[in-house]
């Protein structure tokens, strides 16, 4: 199984989704920074991935101590929605995009105009949602930055998915259907590429997916959870031996593959008491517990609350983010 369906399997199986939310439209000196953006959308931290595409012009990025500098046809997406700044020269008028939007609901995209002159500058703004964000086994190796550079585009994937985002902002209501999956493929090819121009590396969730057998033994896992997944049936599905599997899998992960099974199921179970009204029994069968009495043990052990405590104080943070 190639590398980019094994990715694409797993992130659809976590509901990977995403759009341009605004744009963002200034010239001349500037600096705009994006900090509270996620709680002005009503967006909970730690399932939405803040991005920024540079559809004309450059300017420069600071984010976690480094700047960068973006060109006309990059794109940075922020994992973990790392706190950063955009900018254009230096001690630059201060912009609040957030501050110069029309209230919402939007019939289309809109956008900020911020007129100082010469070097204007268009960044396509939005936010892709993947609610596995809070697995520590997928994003422990992860980079806080994303960034793909129009200089290394060599088979024109980006330019390609740019124009095409583009024309949807032109012609769609924000949120359609076709930008979701445009920029679900950005992030895959994001991802994809982060791989192809990185060191080697030797251990992470990235590296796992890189590794063919690896690769199916995740796949599977996320395609269905629920399966009772022992190391043998695992084994089978890679065409390895149960020590063999083991073995690299925890040299991959630092997590053996049954572990990840449970610790997955449990995530799964953590989202479900988050954002549905399905009985902590009926949550707790589904994450592989015999008892509501054994998911509790589990739950409270992985996460430090019960499962009860747990959706509480999630569903309380969903109303104050509203």
């Not at 201060?94 to 029309?102: Q, R």
């Not at 930008?179 to 590296?207: C, H, Y």
């Not at 054994?294 to 509203?322: C, E, I, V």
Request: proline residues 7%; negative net charge; glycine residues 8%.
């Amino acid at each position: 199984m190639a590398f980019e369906d094994i990715l694409s399997q797993i992130l659809r199986a976590v509901r990977l989704t995403g759009s341009v939310s605004f744009c963002l439209s200034p010239s001349g000196d500037w600096q705009a920074s994006a900090g509270p953006t996620m709680q002005k959308f009503g967006l909970v931290a730690g399932s939405a991935v803040p991005f920024h595409i540079i559809a004309e012009g450059s300017c420069w990025l600071k984010c976690d101590g480094q700047k960068i500098r973006l060109e006309e046809g990059d794109i940075v997406a922020f994992p973990f929605a790392t706190p950063h700044q955009l900018g254009q020269g230096e001690g630059g008028v201060n912009i609040e995009p957030l501050n110069e939007l029309p209230p919402p609901p939007w019939t289309s995209v809109p956008t900020v105009q911020v007129d100082g002159g010469c070097n204007p500058v268009r960044v396509l703004c939005g936010f892709l949602f993947c609610s596995a964000l809070g697995f520590k086994p997928m994003t422990e190796h992860i980079p806080v930055v994303l960034h793909s550079k129009a200089a290394d585009d060599a088979s024109g994937w980006m330019k390609i998915t740019i124009a095409q985002i583009e024309h949807e902002i032109a012609h769609s209501i924000d949120g359609s259907p076709i930008q979701e999956r445009l920029t679900e493929t950005m992030f895959l090819q994001m991802l994809r590429q982060e791989i192809d121009i990185s060191t080697p590396v030797s251990k992470g969730w990235l590296a796992a997916l890189s590794d063919p057998s690896l690769g199916k033994c995740i796949a599977s896992i996320h395609r269905d959870p629920s399966f009772d997944w022992t190391i043998d049936e695992l084994a089978r599905v890679c065409g390895m031996s149960n020590s063999a599997l083991s073995d690299r899998f925890m040299k991959q992960m630092d997590i053996s593959p049954v572990r990840y099974v449970r610790e997955w199921r449990l995530h799964q179970a953590r989202i479900a008491l988050a954002e549905t009204q399905d009985s902590i029994a009926n949550i707790g069968y589904d994450a592989g517990y015999g008892s509501e009495a054994a998911f509790n043990r589990a739950f409270s052990k992985t996460y430090g609350t019960p499962p009860a405590t747990w959706r509480q104080s999630a569903q309380m943070k969903r109303l104050a983010a509203a």
